[in-house]
């Protein structure tokens, strides 16, 4: 099955409330116009978010639209900035501009999954984005926990998929932790050795074409 179906059968199998799945379906159409590389990355980190958040009996649900959401403040960048090649210092500089861009396009209508997408370059060492400082006053711990731990899960699948589908150079340093992608995983994320190592053996089960 190509994944753009699988996606299409998810969202409409889990029936999001507020509208979660036409906003889905809306900005995935929208990062296919100028970023179709960006829209098919997006659907393979929900789907391995997904898998990963069910694996560990985390929310499912909230993993995949969290996932599927999460650079879609790439949108709003120039296109030249995702075209395959090696960017520059600067170029990167403005990539970094995606995760707040994010949370302003969604953070109106669908709280929650904006902050994850706010946060799933903040939840490392030397990360960026959102801090716990963003979050509403009026949430309770549970709610705050759930966001980061959603937030780790699409943290963990992003770099696997970009490792896994993309020939440049890493910008971060993560490679300097060490040969493998494990290593390199285990090196930016010490503290989620159970979910490193769920997100790398479900990345191994290919359920779709492209």
Known sequence: MKISTLVKRKIEK??????????????????????PEVKVH????ALLSEAVALKLHKDGKAAFFAGLLHDIGKIVL??????????????YAEVKRHAVAGV????????FTALCAGLHHAVYKAGYGLTVEDFPKHWNPATIKKVLNISTIISICDFVDAYSHRDTKIKDGSDEAGPTLREMLLGKY?????LIDAALEENKKKQYSE
């Open 104 to 111: 302003e396009a969604l953070k109106d209508f669908h709280e």
């Open 14 to 35: 889990y029936q999001p409330q507020g509208s979660l799945d036409q906003t889905a379906k809306i900005f995935l159409a929208l990062s296919g116009v100028q970023h």
């Open 42 to 45: 997006l659907e393979r980190v």
């Open 190 to 194: 010490p503290e989620d050795r159970l």
């Open 78 to 91: 120039p296109y030249y900035l995702f075209d395959g090649r090696n960017i520059t210092a600067e170029e």
